[in-house]
């Protein structure tokens, strides 16, 4: 059975840091384009960054320059940076796996596993 597990948000004031991490068991990363998405109220998920099996790493406009994907395969374990936080970084945080090792934030690509969500509120 796979699982993903975030952990690490909370509530922070605006233009602080907070890191996420996701803890996946059942499935081996190593093999795996990692991603974090994103949903805040009343919006569509939306992606926020993912890293390839090659290191190669990808980030949405939004969060470029201030968030930093990272994964350690040894702990299985996906992580996100984040800093200079702004209110409008608030949302739940979502870590997922592909099958594959290449990413694409097309409408046609899929991403088979998801975690529940860790909440981050940032406040001004």
């Known amino acids: 059975q796979v699982q993903l597990v975030e952990s690490g948000g909370g509530s922070v004031q605006s233009g602080g840091s907070l890191r996420l991490s996701c803890q996946v068991s059942?499935?081996?990363?190593?093999?795996?384009?990692m991603a974090w998405f994103r949903q805040a109220p009343a919006k569509e998920r939306e992606g926020v960054a993912y890293i390839e099996t090659d290191g190669n790493t990808d980030y949405k406009d939004y969060v470029k320059g201030r968030f930093t994907i990272s994964r350690d395969n040894v702990k299985n374990t996906l992580y996100l940076q984040m800093s200079s936080l702004f209110v409008e970084d608030t949302a739940i945080y979502y870590c997922?796996?592909?099958?594959?090792?290449?990413?694409?934030?097309?409408?046609?690509?899929?991403?088979?596993?998801w975690g529940q969500g860790t909440q981050v509120t940032v406040s001004s």
């Open positions: 059942g499935y081996d990363i190593g093999r795996a384009c």
């Open positions: 997922a796996a592909a099958t594959y090792g290449w990413c694409s934030w097309g409408a046609r690509y899929t991403f088979d596993y």
